[in-house]
């Protein structure tokens, strides 16, 4: 069959409006995630054949408004003004339908076909919210689709409807909300000027762009600007501002943000009718406890510890699984390739490198598992909501809270979170100190030193690590606040949609879209810099070594032979002259040279150059200090369980408990991975900022080791 014609279909809607779950309905599994050229937004896009059309479907990302306060809302916008798709599905959530329709004015206003699919329809019912469909599509000018999408429900009415307008063109016209005789008036002189600009008026809606004028809208200006002309438009613009500011007393766009709820307000009265009895309905119940200042935090509380204990126990079997897989991996190869440069590459430099990352991936999962709960039943707003009391108190923004506990499991997916703090100086501070939420990598660390030097209080000293790191978030943003980031976070508008069981499919959608993420970092960035770290702790190689190896290996092997030594005793002398021998190299090479002339600048912490050299290769990933480790202490390629290791750490007489402290200081504090930071400079898109993070953290955490260390030697500790 020849198909007629390609619909390319955008779905909008506020967050948790069921988006995905429709896009997925309508597309299945022919789905494939790109990204917004430019910035790491993820967009994914699908297809499907219906009656004769092609349809590809984008799922925009969530937004609640079409402002330009946040990248999300930046680059819906973008795509529906810059690629004009055919249709755009508004995605409205029926049992939260006043605050979900603000997005519906907000698309009407630009010059696109609209389709409200009215989901969560199933919800309004239960809530007793009975919706007069036809009449609220007749008041709004836009046909709407009852959909329920966990049910499929409503699917082929969406897919006609959109065939209908195709074919039919539109049979409403969204009707314009009126800002009042005065703003309009002044729209409309805006609107004739900019109309006279055909290169403007080409591309753009005339109306939308006085409005977004009067809105002060920082995009709107800058895209403006690039036409001859901006300069009129720009000064009447200003004059109708300040007409409009003697008259009103409040902000202009508050003003503008209110007549769009006045009318979705008027609307909804005459199109909605709510039962009495439900109006108290369940989730006002259950938040009567939940969001209560002292049961409220208490229940915070405790699902915290509950999402991490699940986290970290569930996931200590696959860990395992993965770590036996990847021994194997690198065993087979040991066996079947030539002892040499090749096989190094391939066991320590490649496999090594990715089964560090992708042993965390567990961890991840369940984590991720956990949030998805969280938000897919409504909680985490909730948790927002609660946190927004104490974090506002520190300078950070309720939602603040979200991003930083991502970055206990893992900093990339983190700063990618903090995406949801519209303001950018509340997101640019949240990013800064979210590297102090110890990540998961930097745990094995902790689980060695503290098992080496308090095998019987490690829990103690970990303990006490992330709570150092907590208190250091907290004065950091106190005084990044207080010099490069003045001013106050931005109030806190957060609604509390009703809460909802979630359905597994969607739960394990969400996991997996960000573990892949978390994956395809590890596929990437950590596996180039790996290799490039095997090279430089493996280059130059040492040609005479300080003892003959060769010959000591001979030596034991002739004691055995003649019966001087058994054969274990054989086997263990001759690993060690191995490990010895790696030692060696380690030192002679690139990474050890530069360890060793680090040495200067550590040695008021109390570290020698072995553990530079370890502190090191944490830049490149912190799973791969403790290897590192084990190599330069001659155990060989080891994990944070070793016994040998921690043995020889707490053997070494170089060491003490004092050292071992001042070093958890420095790993918790110092800068966090490439992979995190390359993640930090896409998001930012400031290199400014990126080297800043770099800088700053990396100074705190000398200073704080120097201060842990030289203060304890004061106090006489060591
Ligand atoms: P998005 O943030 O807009 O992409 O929302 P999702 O598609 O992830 O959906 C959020 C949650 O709402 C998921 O748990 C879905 O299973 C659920 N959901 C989606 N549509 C409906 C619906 O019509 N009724 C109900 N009760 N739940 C729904
Ligand atoms: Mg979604």
Wanted: glycine content about 6%.
């Amino acid at each position: 069959m020849v198909l007629k014609k390609e619909i390319v279909v955008a779905l909008a809607g506020n967050p948790n409006s069921g988006k995905t779950t429709i896009f997925n309905n309508l597309t299945g599994a022919n789905q494939h995630v790109g990204n917004y050229p430019g910035v790491t937004v993820e967009k994914k896009e699908g297809h499907l054949n219906y009656r004769g059309y092609r349809i590809k479907a984008v799922d925009l990302p969530g937004t609640y408004s079409l402002s330009a306060y946040s990248i999300d809302e930046i680059i819906a916008r973008k795509f529906i003004i810059e690629q004009k798709p055919d249709v755009i599905i508004d995605i409205v959530d029926a049992s939260n339908i006043e605050r979900n329709l603000y997005l519906t004015t907000q698309l009407s206003e630009l010059n696109v076909h609209l389709i409200i699919a009215l989901n969560m329809s199933d919800m309004a019912k239960n809530r007793g919210i009975i919706i007069n469909t036809e009449y609220l599509a007749q008041l709004m000018g836009i046909p709407i689709v009852p959909t329920v999408g966990n049910k499929k429900k409503g699917m082929t009415e969406l897919l006609n409807a959109i065939i209908e307008i195709v074919e039919n063109g539109v049979s409403l016209t969204p009707v314009q909300v009126s800002y009042g005789k005065e703003i309009e008036r002044e729209l409309s002189k805006l609107n004739d000027i900019i109309s006279t600009d055909s290169t403007i008026t080409n591309s753009y809606k005339p109306r939308w762009l006085s409005l977004k004028l009067l809105e002060d809208d920082a995009e709107v200006y800058k895209l403006l600007k690039q036409h001859k002309s901006s300069e009129q438009i720009f000064k009447e613009a200003d004059k109708s501002k300040a007409r409009l500011k003697s008259l009103y007393r409040e902000n202009l766009s508050e003003i503008i943000t209110d007549r769009r709820y006045g009318f979705i307000s008027g609307a909804c009265s005459e199109a909605i009718n709510r039962t009495a009895e439900h109006r108290h309905d369940v989730s006002d119940k259950i938040d009567y406890v939940l969001i209560h200042p002292i049961s409220g935090l208490l229940i915070f509380a405790g699902m915290m510890w509950l999402v991490f204990h699940l986290t970290f126990t569930l996931a200590e079997k696959p860990m395992e699984w993965i770590e036996l897989a990847m021994a194997s991996l690198a065993n087979l190869f040991l066996n079947i390739l030539p002892e040499g440069i090749l096989n190094s590459l391939i066991v320590d430099g490649i496999i090594g490198g990715v089964g560090g990352v992708i042993v965390f991936l567990p961890n991840i999962m369940f984590l991720f598992l956990a949030i998805a709960v969280l938000e897919d039943t409504g909680y985490m707003s909730r948790a927002a909501f609660i946190m927004d009391r104490i974090m506002h108190r520190i300078g950070l923004h309720g939602k603040s809270f979200i991003p930083m506990l991502i970055g206990y499991g893992c900093s990339v997916p983190a700063y990618l979170g903090s995406r949801i703090i519209e303001d950018k100086t509340d997101r640019l501070v949240t990013m800064h100190v979210i590297t102090f939420m110890s990540c998961g990598a930097r745990l094995p660390i902790y689980v060695l030193v503290c098992g080496a030097f308090w095998p019987d209080k490690a829990g103690n000293v970990m303990f006490s690590i992330y709570v150092l790191g907590i208190v250091v978030a907290i004065v950091m943003v106190k005084l990044l606040r207080a010099t490069r980031f003045k001013g106050l976070s931005a109030p806190f508008v957060m609604e509390l949609p009703p809460y909802r069981i979630p359905t597994i499919r969607s739960l394990l959608i969400h996991m997996w879209e960000r573990s892949w993420m978390y994956l395809r970092k590890a596929g990437t960035v950590i596996l180039s810099f790996s290799i490039i770290m095997w090279f430089l702790m493996t280059f130059p190689q040492k040609k005479t070594y300080d003892k003959d190896y060769d010959a000591l290996v001979k030596l034991a092997n002739h004691s055995f032979s003649s019966e001087k030594i058994t054969l274990s005793e054989r086997d263990s002398l001759i690993t060690a002259y191995e490990n010895s021998r790696s030692a060696e190299n380690l030192e002679y090479s690139i990474a050890g040279r530069i360890g060793k002339n680090i040495e200067p600048i550590i040695k008021p912490l109390g570290f020698d150059w072995r553990l530079g050299i370890a502190l090191i290769s944490g830049f490149v990933a912190k799973e791969v200090v403790v290897s590192t480790m084990g190599t330069i202490y001659g155990v060989g390629e080891t994990d944070e369980g070793s016994e040998a290791l921690r043995a020889s750490l707490a053997a070494d007489p170089k060491y003490s408990k004092l050292i071992a402290y001042a070093f958890l200081v420095f790993v918790l504090l110092y800068v966090p991975c490439m992979a995190a930071m390359a993640v930090f400079l896409r998001e930012t898109r400031s290199i400014k900022e990126t080297l800043f993070q770099i800088g700053y953290t990396t100074a705190l955490a000398w200073f704080l080791a120097m201060v842990v260390y030289q203060g304890g030697k004061l106090l006489g500790l060591s």
